[in-house]
């Protein structure tokens, strides 16, 4: 058994502590005995995603983004129909706008997302920074967490469209638009979040969710993952919602 | 007269302050000049005979200051600098208070050396119009507070323009600061060693041309992004630096290198590990040769060099000793984790990681630093501050054994309890991120074992 991970622009979107999130996978599943393979995705690279079990793209400098943006646009296509077909997806921050229909940079320029979300980001005045706690929405019922930390630090506000649902519920920061009402999107199994801090390492079920999702592209005979001692995972997550409702959220 | 009550005021606040000892003092009296009289900085460092230099950058300031200000005096200057590590102008107004007679019309100094934030960089060129900026390095560091680091290079660079005839002198080898030598009156300074080379592709923060965009091609890389590079698309490249180091000899205790400033060669010796502080006495020397300053008073200040606190400074306590290596980044935490496992003796290791506004709020970072390198190479670690769990978490991803780490929250705790377990003659090394580096240092200064704020670094 096997999960396939596509990193896209490991180079260029490498913001924040991104490489967390890629090495909370990959031990995961080397704790339980499964192979995972990372391929790294670099502009102009040729990838076949039908092969991707999981596709991460982390954040970027603006800089970074327009430098891959055209890129990823090529690829656009594929990507949606890997996402249609039941890959799963994780992109956070600058990737998460990108993985959107545009973002409108404060110069008023639009960078053309891929459009696997039904949602637009635009230049906010303000850069929105802080520790964030979300009560994660429908899809996670039945997990046995519901909650998820991080850090989110953005200028851009991601405005959702028509149905498409939101990671979660902001119990404290800003969240997608700075209105501290919604965070993220979820469509399929393609999940945006401004949240890192790492995210994967602090929410370990989301992780694993992850990880379970991607699984069950190729051996939709699993059923669940064999579990691990997460009591140091979940020490760091309670200490950092502490330090979320105690810390004072600032912008600049 | 709103001079006079400015620095009156400021006076009488730095003495209050002192006495009850509230924070060391080191920006409060110049935040209440400052609203008193906005113009008290300009007013004071204009009666500074020699003018004033800055230095700014993501890592060395504070080393590279206080060697510009070590060679100064003993070139004979009176110096006047914001050493307290408050780098917003508010240290630079208190200092220059401090400096100054009672009614600001006199100053017991005759040069400003100033180490400012980068994010202050726009408005205290601004105030002190000074003859020479010096710029470090720039880094990924506490991002949540400065937005990113693209932004970070052009507010700098958009302070030289109230700079027309001051000496910029930048960093040859780090192409986000080199590149701000377009149009202005720029030097440059260097590392010119072919066995200096980088190991991990970690902590690249800039790989692209600043002006075109392009990736950049590297034919040598020292670490992070700093090294020998061209733009294979605008043709930007490395400027060739008049001012360089070489034959380059690192160990875990001390550094050797060979310098050349314009035509006058010097070899040094500092007793300070790590690539990063080769670049801390090259950008030192470079600035105050520009000045005039003799090359055998460069070379005895430099090999008599003494760290400031939390910079490396060793501290011995009885028969233990502990290092101090404050951490604030992935690249000097990456530089800081290589020059203590450069050799093969277990280490026994003390992390704070604090997530204070000072420490950066954000600690996502950690996550980008080399842990792994921590592996068969240490003993016990102990873990401490606020974001302990996440540091212990942090070393758990990076494969280390969790059964020989230790959290403990309380800073002070920390030391007390790692420094116990040390065996006599053995080094403990001390990785605090900037408020738990402070909480150490209260700690170690009510105890007599290091000296206080005040009495000189
Ligand atoms: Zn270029």
């Not at chain 2, 720039?138 to 507010?155: H, S």
């Not at chain 2, 875990?252 to 990063?276: K, W, Y």
């Not at chain 2, 300053?293 to 200040?301: A, N, Q, R, W």
Request: with cysteine; aromatic share 8%; net charge neutral.
């Amino acid at each position: 058994m096997k999960l396939t991970i596509f990193h896209l622009y490991p180079e260029a979107m490498n913001l924040y502590g991104d490489l967390g999130n890629i090495l909370t996978l990959v031990k995961r599943c080397q704790w339980r005995g499964i192979d995972v393979e990372v391929s790294n995705i670099k502009v102009g690279d040729k990838a076949d995603f039908n092969q991707a079990d999981l596709i991460f793209l982390g954040g970027g400098q603006d800089r970074g983004q327009s430098i891959i943006a055209p890129d990823l646009l090529r690829k656009g296509s594929q990507i949606k129909e890997a996402v249609d077909n039941g890959a799963v997806s994780l992109t956070i921050c600058g990737g998460y706008q990108l993985f959107g229909k545009y973002f409108r940079t404060a110069e008023g320029t639009e960078i053309k997302g891929i459009e696997v979300f039904d949602a637009y980001t635009v230049a906010g005045n303000r850069r929105l920074i802080g520790n964030v706690i979300v009560e994660a929405g429908n899809w996670a019922s039945g997990q046995n967490q519901e909650k998820l930390v991080g850090f989110e630090n953005h200028s851009g506000k991601t405005i959702l469209l028509n149905d498409l649902s939101p990671l979660g519920t902001v119990v404290k920061g800003f969240g997608n638009d700075g209105e501290g009402k919604t965070e993220g999107a979820v469509y399929k199994n393609a999940f945006g979040t401004y949240l890192h801090g790492s995210l994967l390492p602090k929410n370990p079920w989301f992780a694993d969710y992850l990880i379970l999702k991607g699984l069950k592209r190729k051996h939709l005979e699993i059923e669940g993952l064999d579990e691990l001692d997460d009591t140091l995972e979940m020490d760091a997550n309670v200490a950092a919602q502490k330090r979320a409702m105690t810390a004072k959220t600032t912008y600049i | 007269m709103r001079k006079f009550l400015a620095v009156l005021k400021a006076k009488t606040s730095v003495s209050i302050i002192r006495l009850f000892k509230v924070g060391g003092g080191s920006t409060f009296p110049g935040l209440l000049a400052e609203k008193i009289d906005p113009q008290i900085i300009t007013k004071l460092s204009s009666k500074l005979k020699y003018g004033s230099i800055i230095i700014t950058g993501t890592n060395g300031k504070t080393t590279t200051s206080k060697m510009i200000s070590d060679i100064l005096t003993k070139a004979g200057y009176e110096v006047v600098s914001n050493r307290a590590g408050s780098n917003m102008t508010r240290g630079v107004a208190s200092s220059l208070i401090e400096k100054s007679s009672w009614m600001g019309t006199k100053i017991d100094g005759d040069i400003g050396v100033f180490e400012i934030d980068e994010a202050t960089m726009a408005y205290a060129v601004k105030k002190i119009k000074p003859k020479a900026i010096l710029v470090t390095n720039l880094f990924r560091d506490q991002l949540d507070r400065y937005g990113e680091l693209d932004k970070t290079a052009k507010i700098i660079k958009d302070s030289f323009s109230d700079a027309n005839k001051t000496q910029i002198i930048l960093n040859a080898d780090d192409p986000l600061v080199a590149s701000m030598g377009q149009d202005v009156n720029a030097s440059y300074y260097g590392l010119d060693d072919s066995n200096i080379v980088a190991t991990s592709e970690a902590a690249m923060d800039s790989k692209d041309c600043l002006r075109c965009g392009a990736e950049l091609v590297f034919k040598q890389r020292y670490f992070g992004h700093s090294g020998i590079y061209s733009c294979p698309n605008c043709g930007f490249a490395r400027p060739k630096p008049k001012n360089i180091a070489f034959n380059i000899s690192l160990s875990p205790e001390a550094t050797f290198m060979q310098l050349r400033l314009h035509s006058d060669a010097i070899g040094v010796s500092i007793n300070l590990p790590g690539l990063f502080n080769v670049y801390n006495v090259l950008a030192a020397a470079s600035l105050t040769h520009w000045l005039g300053v003799d090359k055998k008073i460069i070379s005895e200040s430099i090999n008599a060099f003494q760290a400031a606190f939390g910079r490396m400074e060793k501290i011995t306590i009885g028969k233990k000793h502990m290092l101090i290596l404050l951490v604030k980044n992935p690249t000097g935490f990456n530089q800081v984790l290589r020059s203590i496992t450069s050799d093969d003796t277990k280490k026994t290791v003390a992390i704070l990681l604090n997530d204070n506004f000072a420490d950066g709020t954000d600690v996502s970072w950690i996550w980008d630093s080399e842990l792994e390198l921590l592996k068969n190479r240490t003993g016990r670690i102990f873990v401490g501050g606020i974001r302990a769990q996440d540091m212990a978490l942090r070393l758990k991803y990076a494969g280390l054994n969790m059964s020989f780490v230790k959290i403990i929250k309380e800073e002070e705790k920390v030391i007390d309890e790692s420094l116990d377990s040390l065996p006599d003659g053995q080094t403990l090394y001390v990785m605090p991120t900037y408020t738990a580096m402070l909480k150490i240092r209260n700690m170690l200064t009510s105890q007599g074992l290091v000296k206080g704020f005040w009495e000189g670094q």
